[in-house]
């Protein structure tokens, strides 16, 4: 950097249409308000199936399978309501705060940035494997008529993914010296 407010370091020409531009996190007004209409509605959703699928008492292990797979994805769902809101606050504060170019790199190496960056890994990757946990326990139980899942495995499993979806989504954000640079 040659100037001390960076400037030098900003491609005016780097325009991505509404998306992002050298001035703003988010360039579009209209795409930060469907960001929030979206975020909202993915919470409101989220939680009421939620709450509504905590209070079905499910008669068959199948079913009951199904309710505990439905609940963990409308977790991960909602969590993705909450990262759809705060990102767009992001980008509210950080266009009040001055040029996004010139804030780019405090930013990036924010750990508001980091913590975004662990909702949103965390969020997307563990619904996906659930509902990749939901199709090959349905597949299971559809085809094969003489096994049967226990119900304490689904569990098990469920948690395993917990657990490694949550270190998968922290990793990035951790600052060790030996990746840093890499």
Not at 22 to 27: A, E, H, R, V
Not at 104 to 127: A, E, K, N, Q
Not at 130 to 137: A, D, G, H, R
Request: net charge positive.
């Amino acid at each position: 950097k040659d100037c001390p407010n960076s400037m030098d370091e900003c491609n005016l020409d780097c325009d991505l249409h509404n998306i992002a531009s050298p001035k703003s996190l988010i360039k579009s007004y209209a795409l930060s308000c469907l960001n929030v209409i979206f975020g909202l509605a993915v919470l409101i959703l989220n939680a009421m199936n939620g709450h509504k699928a905590m209070k079905n008492s499910p008669s068959n292990l199948s079913a009951k399978t199904d309710r505990l797979l439905c609940i963990q994805i409308f977790v991960y769902d909602f969590i993705m309501g909450i990262y759809l809101c705060f990102i767009v606050v992001a980008s509210v504060v950080l266009r009040y705060k001055g040029d996004y170019c010139v804030l780019s790199d405090w930013w990036r190496s924010s750990v508001y940035c980091d913590i975004l960056g662990v909702i949103f890994s965390f969020s997307t990757h563990g619904s996906l494997l659930i509902v990749s946990l939901m199709s090959i326990v349905r597949s299971i139980q559809c085809t094969v008529s003489f096994i049967r899942i226990p119900y304490k495995a689904i569990i098990s499993v469920s948690c395993i993914i917990f657990i490694l979806n949550l270190i998968h989504a922290m990793i990035p954000a951790v600052k060790l010296p030996q990746i840093e640079h890499v």
